[in-house]
């Protein structure tokens, strides 16, 4: 089991594992970078088929916050926790709490949030055993409606506004006459189609849960494809909204999408596959900075600040994607090395 020596690793501050006997939690928490602030990253609790696939999972998901963070210009560093089981089987009270008590224990280095199987309510339970708990005193969303904490809404909105930027910049065409090909429908896939449905936008969707699949075709829609075809289907967009590293040798020459723009964190497999995508004429909106807005949601919940603010602020998220585009036509390198140098230079 590496560590240090993983490729993911990136000069990660503090890496810290737990496992609590009692409830059976086994978790890990990743703190990458805290120069501009506190860590903040949401939890995610996932069946890893073992430790070293759980362990590249949170340093990849906690590096890929730092930047996010410096890129939608907030003041707070990155970090990342995993819960190693199924979040539809295993889950528990208990579980969430001693997550909690983890939390508590590195003293505000790391702050937790919901993420991919961990719903706002469980991070309430963590919270009873750490102050270092995000997003569960939200009053409004972009909206202007009142939130329940959970930062998913504004996600895909930031990601709707992410996609639309890079089709108006590659494709110039409405999104009424584009198809768009939908890798995962949960809390964020699942409004994404909502936002291209309403929209005009023709989907095909794809999730390996099946009532989040007949939730979206019953509502927008959308064809049906295998998970492990959706990268390859004839669309204008393909947007990843599920695990990372969907974009990967196996599946890079098979897409025939000319934007790729997504909710899902590290959707390249490896930095080098952005040059790749660049020579075959695609668009790739980077992962950090289109998925940006569950963390500016975050934030706006807890300074002085309003709905129309925080919406405001979102939507930044278009601007700063169409500059990264610009610059990475004008100097004739992927998009993804463009925004790291970016945010690099504001964090280290």
Same mark, same amino acid.
């Given at each position: 089991m ?7 690793f990136s ?8 496992? /609590?006997?009692?409830s +059976?939690l ?10 501009? !602030? ?6 995610r %609790?996932? *069946?890893y088929?073992?430790? /070293? ?12 916050m ?6 939608a210009?907030?003041? %707070?560093?990155? +970090? ?10 295993d889950?528990?009270p208990?579980?969430m709490?001693a %997550? ?6 590195l !003293? ?8 991919s199987?961990?719903a ?5 339970? %963590?919270?009873?055993?750490?102050k270092?708990? +995000? ?16 930062p998913?809404?504004?996600?895909a909105y930031g ?6 930027? @890079? ?20 809390q964020?896939?699942y409004?994404? @189609?909502?936002?291209?449905?309403e929209? !005009? ?6 999730d390996?849960? +099946? ?12 064809k ?5 075809e ?12 599920a ?5 990967? *040798? ?6 025939k999408a000319?934007?790729i723009?997504g @909710? ?21 909106a980077?992962d ?6 569950g963390i ?11 709905a129309?603010?925080m ?5 930044m ?5 169409t500059?990264i ?15 790291n ?5 504001k964090f280290?």
């Open positions: 590496a560590v240090f020596s993983n490729s993911s000069e990660h501050e503090h890496v810290a594992f737990h496992h /609590d006997p009692v +059976g086994k978790a890990i928490i990743a703190v990458h970078n805290t120069v501009l !602030g506190p860590s903040l990253g949401g939890c %609790m996932y *069946p088929s073992n430790d /070293d696939e759980a362990i590249t999972d949170v340093l990849r998901l906690s590096k890929g730092t930047y996010k963070a410096a890129m210009n907030l003041p %707070m560093g990155g +970090g990342k926790s995993v819960i190693i089981g199924n979040p539809h089987t889950k528990s208990e579980i709490q %997550m909690g008590a983890f939390v508590e224990s !003293g505000g280095q790391y702050i937790v949030a919901e993420d199987g961990i706002v309510s469980d991070v309430h339970l %963590m919270a009873q055993q750490t270092h708990a +995000g997003g569960l005193n939200a009053k409004f969303t972009y909206e202007g409606a009142p939130s329940d904490g959970n998913a809404p504004s996600t990601t709707f506004v992410g996609l639309k930027a @890079a089709v108006d910049f590659a494709l110039q065409k409405d999104l009424s006459e584009l198809t768009v090909a939908i890798q995962g429908v949960g964020v896939g409004r994404l @189609a909502k936002h291209l449905h929209a !005009g936008a023709k989907l095909i969707i794809a390996t849960f +099946g009532p989040a699949v007949d939730k979206a075709q019953s509502e927008f829609g959308a049906v494809v295998d998970i492990n959706i990268h390859a289907v004839d669309a204008d967009v393909l947007a990843p909204c695990l990372g590293a969907t974009i990967n *040798p196996t599946t890079i020459n098979s897409i000319k934007v723009a @909710a899902a964190n590290n959707q390249l497999l490896t930095e080098s596959l952005g040059q790749v995508l660049f020579d075959k004429g695609i668009t790739y980077p950090y900075v289109i998925n940006a807005a500016i949601d975050i934030h706006h919940q807890q300074v002085d600040s309003s129309a603010k919406k405001a602020h979102i939507e998220i278009g601007t700063t994607l500059d585009f610009t610059l990475s036509q004008a100097q004739q390198r992927p998009t993804n090395i463009v925004a140098e970016l945010a690099e230079a280290k």
